[in-house]
Nanobody
Framework: QVHLVESGGGLVQDGGSLRLTCLAS????????TAWYRQAPGKSRELVAV???????TYAASVRGRFTISSFNAKNTLHLQMNSLKPEDTGVYYC?????????????WGQGTQVTVSS
């Protein structure tokens, strides 16, 4: 059974920084891809950033240049460094991992960590 546990959320002022961590129960590079999603109150969950085992990264346009996704296979961790935070970045941030096994995708989610940016 795969488990993902997020940490690092909190309350920060406009322009501040936070670093989120996701601890996986298996090596990060086991997954086809790992990602951070977020969900603001009253809105759908949206993709924030993705990273593959080769190190390829993709970012949502709204966070590009401010957020950095990284992973450390030896420590089973995924990180999201968030700089220049804005009130619209407020939401619950979720760690996501995708496994591709015999042509089938299996998705895993953490429980989420709250990020609140005050104006």
């Amino acid at each position: 059974q795969v488990h993902l546990v997020e940490s690092g959320g909190g309350l920060v002022q406009d322009g501040g920084s936070l670093r989120l961590t996701c601890l996986a129960s298996i090596h990060i590079n086991t997954f086809n891809a790992t990602a951070w999603y977020r969900q603001a109150p009253g809105k759908s969950r949206e993709l924030v950033a993705v990273i593959t085992p080769s190190g390829k990264t993709t970012y949502a346009a709204s966070v590009r240049g401010r957020f950095t996704i990284s992973s450390f296979n030896a420590k089973n961790t995924l990180h999201l460094q968030m700089n220049s935070l804005k009130p619209e970045d407020t939401g619950v941030y979720y760690c996501n991992a995708d496994n591709l096994i015999l042509g089938h995708h299996y998705e895993y989610w953490g429980q989420g960590t709250q990020v609140t940016v005050s104006s």
